[in-house]
């Protein structure tokens, strides 16, 4: 059925009556509410299934970088920060043994205003509500409350033909020429046609502080230290997120040493800025913890015939960085471009939404790939855990404190400014040369041989750091 075969009266009966439409989306969360708002002012008719619509309360997902709010500026959804009580972000303190320094956004590029833009964050499920306000508004979407449960498939070809669902416990059926699957970090579907699955060696464990007061208000907060990182940043007027970074099998959160909590309290409170401190102490005294797994995935090229997964069903890094949600509505710019009517005006046209979604895979890479291996390396760094990291994630604090370029380009990096692969891998070897001028000025010239064996130990680091994930961008 090409898109404007029937009229828009014709396709809303087919959506409502016989569960019909050119694009069925799996899942109305940030990128799947996105993708539905997109096509349906394209003239697309779209069906946007969701097993729960009342609001989402999660811990991750809360704020938005600076090339997020743009992209979802061009999608004409700006107005989904509006009445939710987000908070705008002008940039990080990075806060290193009790050492901060400001990381503010730099100037978007050829901005002829000089503007210093910012990100927002908030509570993840009042901005969820708000998308799926703008797609229920949107001509052409219809949304509906459904349990999807298998997929439709052509018994012959393998061609995804729509979806089984339990709509109040009663099977239910809904078909499209595509169908997306954008079902989240937990995909049902994602084991059936992507060959990698999420690798996950820490969780962040999330606490809500009230009134907390932060180093550097307006400012997202990494904390530092002798234990794996602790991100602070503010949700609401008075709420402020506290997700702090547990790897699997840490000997002080073990159920013998009192579990994560005794962690929290005897290992991470300590380390906190001391204006966060009593926030932090009152939040796990209620005992409101509640954890998600940090995962990896690395991006794969959609080639099932009639369907394409998105979102975190399909590429996952460490939320670290925030990145998650500016990877989403950035792909949903570039997506909704690539499958425009004037481009490709039948969706069961297989052989040419194929080759969309090839450029997908590989147009996409300019930011993603920036995002997907500096969320990984970051990580890395500031979860330090032998000499090498430690001597690394001494080299780039310093690295932060000269200013200039030298925050300049790994926070445009961070928020989705700069989207250029090669200025990541400037900044990040040039934090490894920092780090061993660093060790060779503040060794003693008697342990010269020793100390030029552990500048090569720390570049060797830097490198299998780094292009592991280097390669699983380049990879088809």
């Given amino acids: 059925m090409t898109l404007h075969a029937d009229s828009a009266d014709v396709r809303?009966?087919?959506r409502h009556l016989h569960h019909e439409s050119d694009v069925v989306?799996?899942?109305a969360g940030i990128l799947g509410c996105a993708l539905a708002v997109a096509l349906g002012r394209q003239g697309r008719s779209v069906l946007l299934l969701e097993r729960s619509l009342k609001e989402p309360?999660?811990?991750v997902g809360e704020l938005l970088q600076p090339g997020g709010v743009s992209a979802l500026e061009k999608l004409g959804l700006r107005d989904c920060l509006e009445g939710i009580d987000a908070i705008p972000v002008n940039g990080y303190e990075v806060i290193y043994h009790g050492q901060g320094v400001e990381i503010p956004y730099p100037e978007f590029p050829n901005d002829?205003?000089?503007?210093?833009p910012q990100g927002r964050s908030f509570h993840h499920g009042r901005f969820i509500q708000k998308l799926r306000e703008a797609a229920v508004r949107t001509p052409n979407v219809t949304v509906v409350e459904t349990k999807v449960t298998d997929l439709v498939k052509n018994g012959w070809t393998g061609h995804i033909l729509g979806v089984q669902s339990?709509?109040?416990?009663k099977p239910d059926y809904y078909f499209g020429n595509l169908t997306v699957i954008a079902d989240g970090y937990s995909s049902k579907f994602r084991k059936q046609y992507i060959k990698h699955q999420?690798?996950?060696?820490?969780k962040f464990w999330g606490l809500e502080l009230i009134d907390a007061e932060l180093p550097r208000p307006r400012h997202g907060h990494v904390v530092l230290g002798d234990n794996a990182p602790v991100l602070l940043y503010q949700i609401g007027t008075h709420e402020t997120r506290a997700l702090v970074d547990v790897p699997d099998n840490l000997p002080s959160a073990s159920p013998k040493n009192g579990g994560v909590k005794a962690h929290l309290r005897n290992v991470v409170l300590p380390s906190l800025p001391k204006s966060i401190r009593p926030s932090f102490e009152t939040a796990l005294d209620k005992g409101a913890l509640r954890s998600m797994p940090n995962s990896w995935l690395p991006p794969t090229t959609n080639k099932i015939p009639g369907m394409i997964i998105l979102g975190d069903a399909m590429n996952m890094r460490h939320p670290l960085t925030g990145g998650g949600m500016t990877v989403a509505f950035n792909d949903v710019v570039l997506l909704s471009e690539l499958l425009k009517p004037e481009t490709v005006p039948d969706l069961g046209d297989t052989k040419l939404v194929l080759r969309q979604m090839s450029k997908f895979h590989w147009q996409r890479k300019h930011l993603t790939s920036v995002i997907n291996i500096l969320a990984q390396a970051l990580?890395?760094?500031f979860a330090a855990n032998d000499t090498q990291l430690r001597a690394l994630q001494l080299g780039c604090f310093r690295y932060f404190q000269m200013g200039g370029q030298c925050i300049d380009g790994p926070v445009g990096l961070l928020a989705g400014i700069i989207r250029q692969p090669f200025v990541l891998f400037y900044h990040f070897f040039a934090v490894a040369l920092y780090s061993i001028w660093i060790l060779l000025r503040t060794s003693a010239l008697v342990r010269l041989p020793l100390t030029l064996l552990d500048s090569a130990a720390v570049f060797w680091k830097a490198c299998v750091v780094i292009f592991p994930y280097i390669f699983s961008e380049?990879?088809?």
């Avoid at 002829?112 to 210093?116: G, L």
């Avoid at 339990?166 to 416990?169: A, G, L, Q, R, Y």
């Avoid at 999420?198 to 820490?202: E, N, T």
């Fill in 166 to 169: 339990e709509t109040n416990s």
């Fill in 474 to 476: 380049v990879r088809g």
């Fill in 112 to 116: 002829p205003t000089r503007r210093r």
């Fill in 12 to 14: 809303h009966q087919r």
């Fill in 25 to 27: 989306i799996v899942g």
């Fill in 57 to 59: 309360d999660r811990i």
């Fill in 379 to 381: 990580y890395s760094l």
């Fill in 198 to 202: 999420p690798v996950s060696r820490s």
